[in-house]
Every structure is written in structure tokens, then in C-alpha cells.
């Protein structure tokens, strides 16, 4: 079946424009994570939702940065007015929780390079 | 907090070498344990995985097997394969985590020669 696909996958943006980033996680999958992957602080988690609510938001570096997810599915991550530092490989993530499984499936990313 | 800690690379190695690279954390209670890798120009994917101490997780050829005692996760191969040149993450699912999220270690580079 399909995996988790995000898009765009490479995205160019200047200091101070917003910008989304678009998950789409596998089908029937109610659990969703957003990671940041950049050169400097490795593979760190932004958010997790558990359906359309999400209960873990620790991760989200600033209150310019905000998701949400619709219909248990499709999620947006949306950066406000952005910054040098936010550039890094936008990865997303989904599992079903199956079990008392945390098993993950990761999206190709989305490369952010902000100028 | 929960943390996770591993060899840094990058490892060079010839063909058919044997392969360590060595993973430790720090978590309150039992943690999920995994080894995830990212071969180049690719996503993430799971390479394997060990929820209770003493299990050993297997694919590929790579085994790590699940330490209480010594709070260890180590990934091992008895003979790489140029193909297996990738960058590997030890991450690890804590019992407290809501939901499951993963907290991974810095990420070893593999480089295998012909």
C-alpha cells in the first residue's frame, strides 16, 4: 500500500515569508509525528497527534511554528515568518499504535531552505 | 529525561568487515528500542526493533539484542556489504512517552569499500 508522503519536497522561502508543509500519513494510521532533522541538532520530534488533537506539543522549538491535522488524516506544519535556523528536513511520521506497537513509518521529508 | 547516545562516525569499513556500532540510553522504566536507517537520497525506514530486555531484534542480516544491564542497544553484522553504506539511528520509545514519540541518538555514518 502507499506510505506516508509529504510535500513539496524541497522548499526555498525567504527570511521572514511563512510557509506550509503537507503530511499525508498512511491510511487507518491514527497516530502522526512531525520530526526536524538538521546538521547541527540530529532527528528531534515537534508534535504528535492522536487523531485530530494533539497531546505532546514539547517539541515545537517557537510559537511561530503550529500544526494541525484534519479528518484524522492529512496534517499541515506551518512555519511563521521564517528564519535562517529553520531550515533542516521536515520528516513525518505514521503508526498505528497496534498492539502497544511504536512503530513508525517515515516520509521522504521536505527539505526547507530558508535565504 | 530520556536520551540516547551513540558511536559517532563516520565508520569506514571494507567488504564483508564485521560491523559494531555501539548505542546506550538513559530511560525511566523499560523503553522500546530500535535501529532505524536512512540510506542515501532516501527516508527513514525501521531496520529493526526490541521491546524487553534480553530480545534481540533481526533483519538484514543485522542483529542488536535489548540490555538492562548495561542500558545497551548495539548493532552488529558479521559481514557489510558496500550496500549497506548508510547512516544509522538508535532511537528509543519511552514508557512514559505519550503516544510513542521517538527520541534518537545523533546518527552514525557507514561507509563500506569494495
Known amino acids: 500500500g502507499a506510505g506516508v508522503s509529504q510535500s513539496p519536497s524541497n522548499k526555498v522561502t525567504e527570511k521572514g515569508k511563512d510557509v506550509e508543509l503537507r503530511c499525508d500519513p498512511i491510511?487507518?494510521?491514527?497516530?502522526l509525528y512531525w520530526y526536524r532533522q538538521s546538521l547541527g541538532q540530529g532527528l528531534e520530534f515537534l508534535i504528535y497527534f492522536q487523531g485530530n488533537s494533539a497531546p505532546d506539543k514539547s517539541g515545537l522549538p517557537s510559537d511561530r511554528f503550529s500544526a494541525e491535522r484534519t479528518g484524522g488524516s492529512v496534517s499541515t506544519l506551518t512555519i511563521q515568518r521564517t528564519q535562517q535556523e529553520d531550515s533542516a528536513v521536515y520528516l513525518c511520521?505514521?503508526?498505528?499504535?497496534?498492539?502497544?506497537?511504536?512503530?513508525?513509518?517515515f516520509g521522504p521529508g521536505t527539505r526547507l531552505t530558508v535565504t | 529525561g530520556d536520551s540516547v547516545t551513540q558511536m559517532e562516525g563516520p565508520v569506514t569499513l571494507s567488504e564483508e568487515a564485521f560491523l559494531t556500532i555501539n548505542c546506550t540510553y538513559t530511560?525511566?522504566?523499560?523503553?522500546?528500542l530500535f535501529w532505524y536507517v536512512q540510506y542515501p537520497g532516501e527516508g527513514l525506514q525501521l531496520l529493526l526493533k526490541?521491546?524487553?530486555?534480553?530480545d534481540k531484534g533481526s533483519n538484514k542480516g543485522f542483529e542488536a539484542t535489548y540490555r538492562k544491564e548495561t542500558t545497551s542497544f548495539h548493532l552488529e553484522k558479521g559481514s557489510v556489504q558496500v550496500s549497506d553504506s548508510a547512516v544509522y539511528f538508535c532511537?528509543?520509545?519511552?514508557?512514559?512517552?505519550?503516544?510513542?514519540?521517538?527520541?534518537f541518538g545523533q546518527g552514525t555514518e557507514l561507509s563500506v569499500k569494495p
Open positions: 530511560a525511566t522504566g523499560y523503553p522500546s
Open positions: 526490541a521491546t524487553k530486555a534480553d
Open positions: 532511537a528509543l520509545s519511552g514508557i512514559y512517552n505519550q503516544g510513542g514519540k521517538l527520541i
Open positions: 491510511s487507518g494510521h491514527t497516530a
Open positions: 511520521a505514521s503508526s498505528s499504535l497496534a498492539g502497544g506497537s511504536h512503530e513508525q513509518y
